[in-house]
């Protein structure tokens, strides 16, 4: 596999919606909440909360790039 320097980048546009558990406030991917209750709580306290609200997308976070030579995902 040839050395990639990674000068050829393209933002990757942020499009994942993303929620806030409103118990423990962890922010999370929609997607990533698989059976619809917050991991966090119920991994500290063993009880399934299912309420979250929203959270703006434009917000903080790194800005993602891919590498149009080699793939790869860099965040910056
Ligand atoms: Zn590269
Ligand atoms: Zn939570």
Known sequence: ???CNHTNLALIP????RVRCRHCHL???VKELGDGYCPECFESS???H??????ATDT?????YRCEDCGVVIEA
Not at 50 to 55: R, S
Not at 60 to 64: K, L, Q, W
């Open 1 to 3: 596999m040839t050395r």
């Open 14 to 17: 942020e499009n994942r919606p």
């Open 27 to 29: 922010t999370i991917e």
């Open 46 to 48: 063993g009880r399934k």
């Open 50 to 55: 299912y309420a979250f609200e929203p959270v």
């Open 60 to 64: 903080t976070g790194p800005s993602r």
